[in-house]
């Protein structure tokens, strides 16, 4: 099988800025010691896939994903791109323009006053015609659902209008992935959902490839596999379904599971007869329906 | 909440707005420059016919321009002042111990005065009439020439935009801090002027830091996207010269013209 995105023993490593201000006592032979923010995470993610990446702060989530987008080298180790090395000088454009990032403040990558001018930003980067730029701005406004705002200064939408336009920005470039880093984690409910819907679609409609950084259960359990990080290491790896039915090992990282994980495991604790894998409301209530049609 | 007023526009559908900005900043830059070889009062009411044409062709509300005067009126009245003092003359209009006012001095005043308040009402008629953007890009234009000697003409204009489009965010945020401290029971509001801008002071430093913050990610996300300064870069909108921008062009020249025949005439005739 193919890999899109492919990382193997890859390391990274930095040394933390000097904390004494924050953590006074005791701290101070700490700082300058290098921390391995990633500690050999070896990983393929196939074309197409929806994988969710998820793990509490500091776990090195975000780090890996600067990585696909050639924002970090890595210190030891190696990323691969659609085959091609991160690590090469040359070929960092032509990764930079096939992986798309979102990032978690939407005020912060917005650069335009207005939005269409913020989608034209990246394929403007790219050196393509002018004619070209407005068709591609038209077509990924609309994709988003934000052609009506074409014209409009930023500042006056919504967190999740914000992050569409960052969405439509990345489409006007035609990636082949997208890498959304905590882009929901500054939103509300509402503007959560809109962007897991646009994301969704994109995914289904469009093929694709999807990492979805987040510490959102509810979000990752809809992607097609679940890679969990802590301390710079992959420590659980699978379906939702699978990931969300290790319970304790979550919890023992520090980690919740979603709501409907975390009942239907109740649930069969107390001897009600509930299949393994039930990780979405829509699942549960179906079990739950059989099990009292029974 | 705060206002801004810096780069206001009016929005409308007027020649003057439709006009190439590059045109435009260029008109205003003569404009201004030829403000300064008038020296004759004939000169500064063609001038004035001029810009009350320009005005009325614009559909700026007239309004508009005098707030935008107001805040600049102290320093035309200083500057008045000045020249009336300052100016060593031959005919002595008043004399009381030290003041001397000679006639020189008054018509200097009112030459600047009059060039002053020209000269913002001109150049507020170009941020009026164009859209930040449209001003950005015509800087940029107008400053590629000098990429030769090295003038990073692209870096300014991005600069530019990206300072503009930054301006409600960080108001926004002062906003909150503002409030922040207020319930925490800061005082912005009483106190005379020393202590009012020391308690600016727990405004800006948090202000400040969370600018750089937003500096450090706004460049990852432009990184991200490919941004490498103007190396093959292209534009989704693009200038293009009309036929209105010529007449424009030849309008103000013609104008500028007559103002040098004027200024010859007066300098013949010795009319002031």
Redesign the interface.
């Known amino acids: 099988m193919e890999f899109i995105v492919k990382a193997e023993n890859l390391v990274y490593k930095y040394v933390a800025p000097s904390s004494s201000d924050e953590n006074s006592a005791g701290d101070t032979t700490d700082a300058g010691v290098p921390l391995l923010a990633l500690n050999g995470i070896n990983v393929g993610i196939k074309k197409g896939e929806f994988v969710a990446v998820l793990g509490h702060n500091g776990s090195g989530k975000s780090t890996f994903a600067k990585h696909i987008n050639c924002l970090l080298q890595p210190t030891s180790g190696m990323v691969w791109v659609n085959g091609i090395s991160t690590a090469d000088e040359e070929t960092i454009w032509d990764i930079r323009q096939s992986v798309g990032m979102v990032f978690q403040n939407p005020d912060n990558q917005i650069i335009a006053t207005i939005v269409e001018e913020d989608v034209a930003f990246g394929p403007e980067n790219l050196g393509i015609p002018p004619s070209e730029i407005r068709k591609r701005v038209d077509e990924a406004l609309a994709t988003v659902g934000m052609s009506e705002f074409a014209g409009n200064p930023p500042h006056h939408l919504s967190g999740g209008q914000k992050q569409r336009v960052a969405i439509a920005g990345i489409l006007a470039m035609r990636p082949d992935i997208i890498v959304l880093d905590e882009s929901t984690a500054m939103l509300d409910p509402n503007g959560r959902k809109e962007v897991m819907k646009v994301v969704k679609q994109l995914n289904e409609e469009e093929g694709i490839t999807i990492v979805f950084i987040t510490h959102y259960m509810d979000e990752a359990a809809l992607a097609d596999r679940v890679i969990v990080v802590a301390d710079g290491k992959i420590v659980i790896e699978g379906t939702p379904a699978e990931v969300f039915s290790q319970i304790d090992e979550l919890k023992a990282i520090g980690l919740d599971v979603p709501q409907a994980a975390e009942i239907a495991h109740k649930l069969r604790n107390h001897g009600i007869n509930l299949p393994q894998g039930v990780v979405t409301p829509q699942h549960l209530v179906e079990e739950l329906e059989k099990c009292l049609l029974k | 909440m705060l206002k801004v007023t810096i780069g206001q526009y009016y929005p409308a559908q007027s020649f003057i707005h439709r006009l190439d900005p590059r045109m435009k900043l260029l008109c205003t830059m003569l404009f201004i420059v030829f403000l300064f070889f008038v020296n004759n009062f004939l000169g500064y009411a063609m001038a004035f016919v001029l810009l009350a044409t320009v005005i009325k062709v614009s559909k700026v509300p007239p309004k508009f321009l005098l707030r935008g005067l107001r805040a600049i009126i102290f320093i035309i009245i200083f500057t008045a002042i000045l020249n009336i003092f300052f100016t060593a003359g031959e005919t002595i209009v008043f004399e009381w111990r030290w003041m001397r006012i000679s006639q020189e001095g008054l018509l200097n005043a009112a030459r600047m005065a009059l060039r002053l308040t020209m000269l913002i009402i001109g150049s507020s008629i170009l941020t009026l009439t164009t859209t930040?953007?449209q001003l950005t890009d015509a800087i940029e234009s107008a400053l590629k020439p000098l990429k030769k000697i090295r003038v990073p003409a692209h870096e300014i204009a991005m600069m530019m935009?990206?300072a503009?489009?930054f301006i409600?965010?960080l108001i926004?945020e002062m906003d909150k801090i503002m409030k922040a401290q207020m319930a925490r029971g800061a005082d912005f509001d009483t106190g005379g002027i020393i202590k009012k801008a020391r308690s600016l002071v727990p405004l800006l430093v948090p202000l400040f830091i969370s600018a750089f913050?937003?500096a450090e990610?706004?460049a990852?996300?432009?990184?991200?996207?490919?941004?490498?300064g103007d190396i093959?870069?292209?534009?989704?909108?693009?200038m293009r010269y009309a036929l209105r921008d010529l007449a424009a062009f030849i309008i103000i020249l013609s104008f500028i013209a007559g103002i040098f025949v004027l200024n010859h005439v007066a300098a013949v005739y010795g009319i002031w």
Do not use: F
Not at chain 2, 220 to 228: G, I, T
Not at chain 2, 232 to 238: I, L, V, W
């Open positions: 930040p953007i935009t990206i503009l489009r409600p965010t926004e913050r937003r990610d706004l990852l996300a432009m990184e991200s996207r490919c941004y490498r093959g870069r292209t534009r989704m909108k693009q």
